[in-house]
């Protein structure tokens, strides 16, 4: 074989996820839509606010050699300022109380990215040389094993607690050594939809710091962030570079406004972070070395224009709760979910796998967990319409009803 | 130092092009902007074609869910499709003639990118290994480097001929070996504005042919094409995969629909590759490493919409001839540009960098050759107005005087 082993191997190897979506298209166009209730993906059902179709249509009336032209590498200040001011607003007291005023992002904090997948890479890329360790908290979306083994990193997995899925923190002390760079925290999380509380993330900033004071080599947070604001019941998500000065936001807007296909994020790196200026180039550096020239021009400007935008949530939480009150009723076991559009799942048996296949053979078709990480679990995505999630009940109640 | 050397370098070192783009734009706003002379970027100056904005438009009435969603890694079927069938309308008579009708493309032998930068480092990624060789023809695009390093493979730079800047074929027979991989060709070429000849192409095939066939490793050839339309006098671009099997096609709309900021271009895997089904799914792994989940969704369709579309480039044709009468009555002596929107400028003495700093007292804002692997030459872009050009004459003049 002459050409690159990893690359054929990522690209030969479908993700669990991406299979089980396949299989469910195709299962779809045999038997007819409403008879397959396909839980696997996580591609927004609610449509992009209409604010962003009338941005687009301002922004085409624009002289057109303006308006798609190359931007700086690290995005157009002006659109870069409006992000800053808008972090400002809705997380500087966070911020301030613990580190002053200056720690207020400012436009030259942030990069432009083509969406979270490259935040992640970017960052890994200026942060990882070969034999650091990246942490990981399982179960984790898979893809960051993927990113951080081709950043020559070597990803370590720490389970979080086995009821609650919040932070382990002892596990984490115990995963921590000298090679450790990195810790990549998703909260709300994929795939449980738990937040993590404030409290364990002071507590974790805590640990972090004692080990960077201890050993002398810094531990960075990287906080993927793309479901900040789909919370459900109030939950409160903390803005970590409020809690912790080493952290890097890694941001997207494809699930708060609907636009995963467009590839449209951010950098963060937090003011005060320990060599804040050196890695704001080396981001620049990695994002120069991977072929990211610049985020699509059209949709940074978009994003000014949506920065404040919130997202109506009101049809995720419907569904939420029609999951909840339904599978609750027929006796299944979940976590309740504070944020994302996932809710995770005790499979009625200690394989997953075997589980999803009875749950398949009734057209249901949720995520087994060991694609994340973590046995006996498996991940219900209700990014749908209601109507799947009612539809879907008389088959959950018959695979409940086969294991009694 | 605790964070990646390499990205901090790269991001810490601005691209020569850069800085003396910088450095032309404060002048600007010192002076007035019809006092400096910047030919230093490659930023199209002729607008995109309206038919962009009203595909935009119309697309934008598309349901927003469907619109801005993710679309496969590879891109949309529909999409592929259309630019499989424009390339075979094209170029079939090339690649049949030489190699039957199962070489025309197909849909799944393109994978769509973020433009040709993410072409080349997800191309890169899917060849690579480290210890490999890639050879470049100097003068050549300084990404390349930055690309084929991150890679892990070696650049290994090829003169061009130093008269013709065509290929030097006994040049690229030298630096061939063992370790050699791929070879980057670059025509319509940046930063010399010349087409490599159907000639010359073809005994570059006949070389890596017999190379690989006497070594047993297949060489690769990427075509770097953006400028491919871009072309005057009727200059002739061969298509490579009709002269050599294995030929890897980065191609990106950049420049031939003016949309350098929407990073929107693809990879084609020549049906005839050796281990096409392989390289295939190495690109399609090499995308999901670097953190490319898929190329913008709106612009795939836009492109689908536009496929055909021939740029206008009578503005720039129109600014070559300015260009060539003006500088050729002053005695200064240059290649004629087939292509691109480039003119390569011998320098008034051998030292490119000291040329250079007489220009810019002069107000003028050449690139210097240095920076492209070659010494003694300045590139002059001539994608800006007429104006520029018609108002730079003088100062011409006069730095042709000073050196009398």
């Known amino acids: 074989m002459s050409i690159n082993e990893q690359s054929l191997a990522y690209g030969s190897s479908k993700s669990r996820i991406r299979e089980i979506a396949a299989y469910g298209a195709a299962r779809k166009a045999e038997i007819g839509v409403d008879k397959v209730f396909d839980f696997s993906l996580g591609n927004p059902s609610i449509p992009a606010p209409d604010d962003v179709r009338k941005s687009i249509e301002r922004l085409v009336a624009m002289p057109a050699a303006k308006l798609h032209s190359y931007t700086p590498a690290s995005g ?36 432009m990215t083509c969406g979270a997948a490259a935040s992640i890479t970017i960052t890994l890329g200026a942060l990882c040389n070969p034999g650091d360790e990246v942490m990981v908290v399982a179960p984790y979306f898979p893809e960051y094993r993927v990113w951080i083994e081709s950043s020559q990193a070597t990803c370590v997995e720490v389970m979080a607690d086995s009821s609650s899925f919040q932070l382990d923190i002892a596990a ?23 937040v993590y509380s404030r409290e364990s993330l002071v507590e974790l900033a805590a ?8 050993t002398g080599n810094t531990v960075y947070l990287i906080a993927d962030e793309p479901y900040r604001e789909l919370v459900y019941g109030g939950a409160e998500v903390p803005w970590l570079p409020g809690i912790y000065a080493n952290t890097i936001v890694c941001y997207s807007y494809s699930k708060s406004l609907s636009l995963p296909g467009e590839r449209i994020g951010w950098v ?37 224009d949506c920065v404040d935008l919130e997202p ?7 569904n939420r709760q029609l999951l909840m009150e339904g599978l609750g009723k027929l006796g299944y076991e979940f976590v309740e979910p ?67």
């Not at 640990?207 to 201890?214: P, R």
């Not at 109506?312 to 419907?318: G, I, P, S």
């Not at 973590?374 to 995505?381: A, E, K, L, N, S």
Request: include cysteine; charge should be negative.
């Open 268 to 304: 963060l790196v937090s003011p005060r972070c320990a060599e804040h200026d050196q890695l704001v180039a080396a981001v620049a550096g990695a994002g120069r070395k991977l072929g990211f020239v610049c985020a699509p021009a059209l949709f940074q400007r978009v994003i000014a």
């Open 338 to 404: 504070q944020g994302a559009f996932y809710l995770w799942m005790k499979a009625l048996e200690p394989d997953a796998d075997a589980f999803f296949e009875k749950a398949r053979e009734l057209e249901l078709l949720p995520v087994p967990s060991d694609s994340f990480g973590c046995p006996g679990w498996v991940r219900i995505g209700y990014c749908v319409d209601a109507q799947t999630i009612e539809g879907s009940m008389d088959a959950w109640a018959q695979l409940m009803e086969s294991y009694r």
């Open 172 to 194: 984490l002390r115990s995963a921590l050594n000298e090679n450790t760079k990195a810790l990549i925290i998703n909260s709300p999380n994929n795939p449980t939809g738990v």
């Open 312 to 318: 109506n949530v009101e049809a995720y939480e419907h």
């Open 207 to 214: 640990l972090l710091t004692e080990h960077s004071e201890k």
């Open 76 to 111: 157009l200040p002006e659109v870069r300022a409006s992000i800053a001011q808008s972090i400002n607003k809705r997380f500087a007291v966070e911020s301030t109380e613990l580190y002053g005023s200056d720690s207020l992002a400012e436009a030259n904090d942030l990069y």
